[in-house]
């Protein structure tokens, strides 16, 4: 990966309490990480070279961070958020691609449809990654007749639990970690997949990560699911199955919740 998304909020929250040294160490280490698309190596020799780091207070500096931001395996030194995105960019490219077969995206429709209030996933919102290079853009409107059907994609199950546990648990206090992906869940995650909501054009497409990124994320700040106000549906923080949950997610982007 040569381009990838920076959260300024976030790496400055959590590395206020490190050196200029460190925090520069630890960009460059996040650097070749998402460059090579593979693991730290366990040689912190090696990585020193790799990242121009020779003096004495530099090797020290990469040690300490590989042990407190990194997670040690025989594989090398991993990341799971990094990981995470790794795969994203990977399925929406290969999405891209698979889509450049059949033709390309077909042409926009001239019809328009009012839009509905609530969440506008798709439309007006940004991707939280590069279009270009994430494969949204290929994967953002529906397939005319004249073009082959798409081969039905495996559903990430797993990248949609790490998505509500990134975007509404560590947002939002007091709530439920998604711990694991049972047979009830994903028989939910696949009826929301599967779904196409009612957006201008059919531009809101729920079988990408970024929708559900974006989906939970506005779900963390609607006051009803947040336990900001009381609500006749929750009379707690919202979870990962009500949040799934088909005719309660139709009510949250419609607006009911805020």
Not at 146 to 169: G, W
Request: glycine share 6%; hydrophobic share 30%; with cysteine.
């Amino acid at each position: 990966m040569h381009y990838y998304s920076f959260n300024i909020s976030d790496f400055n929250n959590s590395t206020r309490h490190l050196t200029r040294l460190e925090r520069s160490i630890y960009r460059d280490l996040i650097d070749m990480y998402y460059d090579t698309e593979q693991p730290i190596s366990n040689d912190i020799n090696l990585v020193s070279r790799k990242i121009i780091a020779n003096s004495e207070q530099e090797i020290e500096a990469i040690s300490q961070i590989l042990s407190e931001f990194f997670t040690a395996t025989d594989n090398g030194f991993t990341k799971k958020r990094i990981d995470r995105e790794i795969a994203i960019y990977h399925s929406k490219a290969d999405t891209a691609r698979a889509n450049g077969k059949l033709g390309g995206r077909p042409k926009k429709s001239k019809e328009t449809q009012d839009k509905p209030s609530g969440l506008t996933i798709g439309t007006d919102t940004k991707p939280t990654a590069n279009p270009e290079e994430s494969g949204l853009k290929a994967n953002q409107e529906p397939i005319t007749n004249n073009q082959e059907p798409v081969t039905k994609e495996k559903i990430p199950y797993q990248l949609i639990a790490d998505a509500y546990n990134e975007f509404f648990y560590s947002k939002v206090n007091n709530s439920s970690k998604c711990q694991t992906v049972s047979p009830k869940r994903k028989k939910a995650i696949s009826k929301l997949w599967n779904h196409k909501p009612y957006q201008p054009e059919g531009k809101a497409s729920t079988n990408n990560i970024g929708y559900w990124q974006r989906y939970f994320e506005y779900s963390s700040n609607q006051a009803g699911l947040n336990g900001g106000k009381a609500s006749k549906d929750f009379d707690w923080i919202a979870d990962f199955d009500a949040l799934m949950n088909f005719n309660k997610y139709v009510k949250n982007i419609e607006g009911g919740y805020a």
